[in-house]
């Protein structure tokens, strides 16, 4: 359908006079072909205000203060470049297509642009709103330019009818599309993309049908063919465009990235560093990995005599103080409780990540159960001579009860005569009333304790509490504890273990409350302690 | 902001115009939410509004026994757990629904079991002491401490974080005073803080307190027994206390215990609320509310409980040394029963007696009035991964989550004692009291609204602070108490009416026993109520 347009609107911007080509067939295609150019440019256009606004809000959370601001800025936005469109006076069409592209490139590139801007840039929210206040300009320009050039189609209310009521049909489209088809079947990444093409098929559409209305045509065109062939090689490989969105999130590259129900796993590798990321938090470097795991299960294992049979660990699907553990020619069954299977899954049947544990998860003595920690030990009428308590830091609610005086009271139920103890409490350093107060919590129930620390430093200064049923010396480890270390350690020297048991004042105990289910106050220790120290 | 800004949602229609733009729209899309909803049984209670019409004057088949409880609420049920635990084995319990517990009963969904009702029960008081004695038999008491006072197991004290607030577009912790009191109001706060004091530590010349649990047990003192013939809304009047925070968390007070504004409530149950019980104290529950206490309470019973049997006339013993008949029509197998009593314990409240009891004229129940309640259980999705939740179900929720900007009490979390690391799909129990319009208008609106409109208005006034909350709900199930709570209005507590002096004499043989003989309706006085009672038929 080769259009011969009599007006030459295009080419010398002269209005033509009004009414004067309505009827004409040529003139019936090039109107019919921008109107439904309208519909498109609506649609993608509030396609991009929400993707804006749901990247904000999954960025940023507060979905209700994201979508409002980005909203408000965006239809600011429109506002100004709808101004801004008196100030095209010649070229209308050219503009129009020029600014497609624009719009296309710059609406298309939304996800992308947003997902590096959080993971790199600290003035995330200065992006955010530069990025949808461009967005907004340009597609606010758009549709008055389309009216004027529009203007000599139709009769005026015949165009103000048709133009707007497609642009709100385009939003309706839009605003169903998104959330029941775009997010949940094509994701953020690629609904992103393709609307960006949208954009530009409109763009190169325009080029080719109306080619003589362009000044410039061949390099508008080649600009739309451009971008178009940009966008559609981003749509292509938008999956790992996000695989590498997440993997800025990390400063490492990411080998490994999963979901469970319960977190998400992310384990990244740099050169022989291998890492692991629960929920954006950093479980373990495989550089230091050992001085953690040797602290928390040794003095443990030796600090008695009697050899340890049979072994509990909760949490720590990692496998790195079952490895710890199976050290031990005594041990005769490990139980390993861990609500997460893709924890276990991955470093037990994943080649390359269980050799980091030494392939302790494949262990025969090892007993794997996927069961909430608390609810689990509810249930249990076992004992055993030994538990390894290696929650996640008591950083919610969630996970405070984990740490609570019901805990520890059930967990004394778990334990035969003359069983060890060790716990994980974080850092005494950086959350020292957290520290203090699971110490004051295990006392609480009952349990003697012996407070330690080791350094860590991935982390920094790490805490640990022995405790058990009757009073520990810490002198056991000056003597014949030491002795009983197993060979190949590379933290635990014999003659370093008395001094993890000593705390410099900045460490020292502090009075703090017990951490009860009804109060919780670890929960508010931690977070106040880390409020303080950041996380590095 | 009165009940007719509600009504729109309730009744359905845009008939009233709205007078609050927070609120959200009304025309909320229940698309892909199911529900229903659920008793008690109006048609079988309204059956007796008629006179029992159709139904046998002497029932052919007659059982004998030396006790008949009727009604198998807190009040029944304790009043059969005395008399089993003190041996008399020569009693059943009555009960029109199908399954006992009245205000405390409790469902369950896939998710969790859920509260239908009362939800919790505050660490009694040592004058509380029937409530001490089940709770020790429960296995609740783990200990005592120095002062030989019971310690109770912290599983099932409400965990941390107990309370929250949505005010101003966002959550804050704590439902309190304290917590809604701008600095402008410390004065206001202070003078309330030092009356609660002085009326807290008040003792008589017998050493009673100003207001204790059991209400029974509270000081006769003529200045503060004349509290009761204000309102709360007076009282504070004449103290010129007039922040809006603090009248707010008093009205919210006084709708969450009694279903009643501050304008209705007399001071002197507003005063006890604040009064009666320790300072600080924790509160007890579980994901079915008080529907483990019911629950104890049923199991000690045993199978002396029919249930879905109305009982449809009684009639007192008389002079003669005739016994109390009571006929009953059991709706399942629509036999009908006549017993024949020593003691009936009447459990039933008493706005139900001049339909029941022959000779019970209405004046003697005309002041009892009743609040209507809409309570929503709602069934959130947990599919999403708890890393990403921002919400309601997300780790830091509270128990008992309150909206300043609604005439709801906000919602409570099923699962919050749950002992699970993540937090997952729960069931949210949402109450609305009816409390701005009178009582009969209110119960004729809940009945004649549609699951819909309910559910509606449910989810739109909950969207203020969950506006994703609508995506998330899977089932809506509602229960509408046409009389959930006896109102205490002012006059009514120290009136005559709830004396009721000389009733039992006019009635021989008809132990009364129900928390509206106290004018307050709580688990204490329920379980009180019934206590005496099986203690006189013990005693006699």
Same mark, same amino acid.
């Given at each position: ?536 | ?179 809604? /009191?701008? =600095? #402008? &109001?410390?004065?206001? +706060?202070?003078?309330? *803080?030092?009356?609660? !004091?002085?009326?807290?530590?008040? $003792? ?71 009064? /009666?019980? =320790? #300072? &600080?104290?924790?509160? +007890?529950?579980?994901? *079915?509310?008080?529907? !483990?206490?019911?629950?104890?309470? $049923? ?71 009743? /609040? ?169």
């Amino acid at each position: 359908m080769e259009a011969n347009p009599t007006d030459p609107v295009g080419r010398s911007g002269t209005p033509s006079p009004a009414g004067g080509q309505v009827a004409t067939p040529e003139n019936g295609v090039f109107a019919r072909a921008l109107l439904i150019s309208v519909f498109v440019i609506a649609t993608c256009g509030l396609i991009y205000e929400l993707l804006a606004g749901t990247i904000a809000s999954y960025l940023l959370g507060d979905s209700v203060t994201q979508f409002s601001t980005i909203i408000g800025v965006y239809l600011f936005a429109m506002g100004v470049g709808s101004w801004l469109s008196r100030f095209v006076l010649r070229e209308l069409v050219t503009m129009f297509v020029r600014i497609e592209i624009l719009v296309g490139l710059v609406g298309g590139l939304t996800s992308p642009v947003l997902f590096l801007a959080f993971a790199e840039v600290s003035a995330f929210r200065v992006i955010l709103y530069g990025w949808v206040t461009l967005t907004g300009i340009l597609v606010g320009l758009e549709i008055p330019l389309l009216m004027r050039i529009l203007e000599h189609e139709l009769p005026f209310a015949d165009l103000v009818s048709r133009v707007l009521s497609l642009d709100y049909l385009g939003a309706l489209a839009a605003s169903l599309l998104f959330p029941l088809w775009l997010v949940p079947r094509l994701g953020l990444m690629r609904s992103s993309f393709l609307f960006g093409v949208l954009n530009l098929l409109v763009a190169v559409a325009t080029c080719h049908l109306f080619a003589d209305r362009l000044a410039a045509r061949r390099r508008v065109t080649a600009q739309a063919w451009g971008a178009l062939v940009l966008l559609l090689l981003g749509l292509m490989s938008s999956e790992r465009l996000m695989s590498f969105a997440e993997q800025r999130l990390y400063d490492q590259p990411v080998i490994y990235a999963d979901s469970s129900p319960y977190q998400r796993l992310v384990i990244t590798r740099k050169l022989d560093e291998v890492r692991l990321f629960l929920d954006g938090n950093l479980q373990f470097s495989s550089r230091d990995e050992y001085r953690y795991h040797e602290a928390l299960v040794h003095p443990a294992m030796t600090y008695f005599e009697q050899p340890r049979t049979n072994v509990l660990v909760l949490g720590g699907g990692d496998g790195f103080a079952v490895r710890e553990i199976l050290r031990y020619p005594s041990v005769e069954r490990v139980v390993l409780v861990d609500l997460d299977p893709l924890m276990v899954k991955v470093f037990r049947d994943h080649d390359e990540l269980s050799g980091l544990n030494g392939f302790a998860l494949r262990d025969p003595r090892v007993e794997v159960v996927h069961q909430d920690a608390f609810i689990w030990l509810d249930r249990l009428d076992e004992q055993f001579d030994l538990v390894i308590v290696d929650f996640p830091d008591p950083r919610n609610f969630s996970l405070g009860k984990l740490y609570s005086t019901t805990f520890y009271q059930r967990l004394t139920a778990a334990l035969r005569p003359g069983a060890v103890v060790a716990v994980q409490s974080t850092s005494p350093l950086h959350t020292r009333e957290a520290f203090w107060c699971v110490n004051k919590t295990l006392k609480t129930v009952g349990f003697h304790t012996l407070p330690y620390h080791a350094t860590v430093p991935s982390f920094g200064k790490w805490g640990f509490i022995l405790a058990a049923a009757q009073p520990l010396d810490v002198a056991v480890f000056q003597a014949e504890a030491a002795g009983r270390l197993p060979q190949g350690l590379k933290y635990l020297a014999p003659g370093l273990l008395p001094g993890l048991f000593l705390f410099p004042p900045d460490m020292g105990p502090v009075d703090v409350d017990e951490n009860r289910l009804n109060n919780q106050a670890v929960v508010e220790y931690h977070e106040r302690g880390w409020k303080a120290t950041p996380p590095t | 902001m009165t009940w007719m800004s509600l009504a729109p949602w309730v009744m359905g229609a845009g008939a009233c115009g709205r007078s609050r733009s927070e609120l959200p729209d009304h025309s909320v899309s229940l698309e892909g939410i199911e529900g229903e909803i659920v008793g008690p049984s109006m048609e079988a209670g309204h059956l007796l509004r008629s006179g029992g019409a159709g139904l046998p004057a002497s029932p052919p088949e007659v059982q004998e026994l030396d006790t008949l409880i009727v009604g198998g609420g807190i009040a029944g049920l304790t009043a059969g757990w005395r008399l089993n635990g003190e041996g008399h084995g020569d009693f059943k319990l009555l009960e029109l629904e199908n399954e006992v517990g009245g205000k405390s009963r409790s469902g369950r969904s896939s998710i969790s079991p859920y509260p239908w009702g009362a939800h919790y029960l505050p660490v009694p008081s040592r004058e509380s002491a029937i409530v001490r004695k089940i709770l020790e038999e429960m296995g609740l008491v783990i200990g005592r401490d120095a002062d030989g006072e019971p310690i109770y197991d912290p599983r099932h004290l409400c965990h941390a974080p107990q309370e929250r607030l949505f005010v101003g577009n966002r959550w804050q912790p704590g439902v309190s005073l304290r917590s809604v /009191a701008e =600095p #402008e &109001d410390a004065a206001e +706060l202070a003078a309330f *803080e030092s009356r609660l !004091r002085e009326l807290r530590d008040f $003792r008589d010349e017998q050493g009673r307190r100003a207001f204790a649990l059991p209400m029974e047990l509270s000081s006769r003192d003529p200045g503060l027994l004349a509290l009761d013939r204000i309102s709360m809304a007076e009282y504070l009047d004449a103290e010129g206390w007039t922040s809006p925070r603090i009248r707010w968390y008093l009205d919210y007070c006084c709708r969450d215990d009694y279903g009643c504004s501050l304008d209705e409530t007399s001071a002197w149950a507003g005063w006890h609320y604040f009064c /009666a019980r =320790p #300072e &600080d104290s924790e509160v +007890l529950t579980w994901p *079915e509310g008080n529907g !483990r206490l019911v629950d104890f309470l $049923r199991r000690a019973l045993g199978n002396r409980i029919e249930t879905s049997t109305l009982v449809y006339r009684v009639r007192s013993a008389g002079d003669g040394g005739e016994r109390v008949s009571v006929d009953t029509l059991n709706l399942k197998t629509q036999v009908t029963t006549r017993f024949r009593c020593r003691r009936l314990i009447y459990a039933l409240p008493r706005f139900t007696a001049p339909y029941v009891i022959e000779g019970f004229d209405r004046s003697l129940s005309r002041s009892f009035t009743y /609040a209507p309640w809409l309570v929503a259980n709602l069934t959130v999705d947990g599919r999403r991964r708890p890393s990403q939740n921002q919400g309601y179900f997300s780790s830091q929720t509270a128990w008992d989550n309150v909206l300043y900007d609604s005439r709801s009490l906000g919602y409570v979390v099923a699962t919050h004692q749950n002992l699970s690391a993540y937090p997952g799909a729960t069931v949210l129990t949402y109450y609305l009291p009816f409390v701005d319009l009178d009582p009969v208008s209110a119960r004729t609106r809940l009945q004649q609204a549609s699951w819909s409109e309910l559910a509606a208005s449910v989810l739109g006034d909950l969207a203020q602070a969950h506006p994703d909350l609508v995506k998330r709900v899977d089932r809506i199930d509602l229960m509408r108490w046409g009389h959930a709570m006896i109102r205490p209005v002012p006059g009514f507590i120290w009136g005559s009416d709830r004396r009721h002096d000389g009733l039992e004499e006019k009635f021989p043989g008809i132990l009364f026993a129900h928390s509206d003989m106290s004018g307050l309706s709580l688990f204490e006085e329920a379980s009180y109520r019934g206590a005496v009672a099986a203690d006189r038929v013990l005693s006699c």
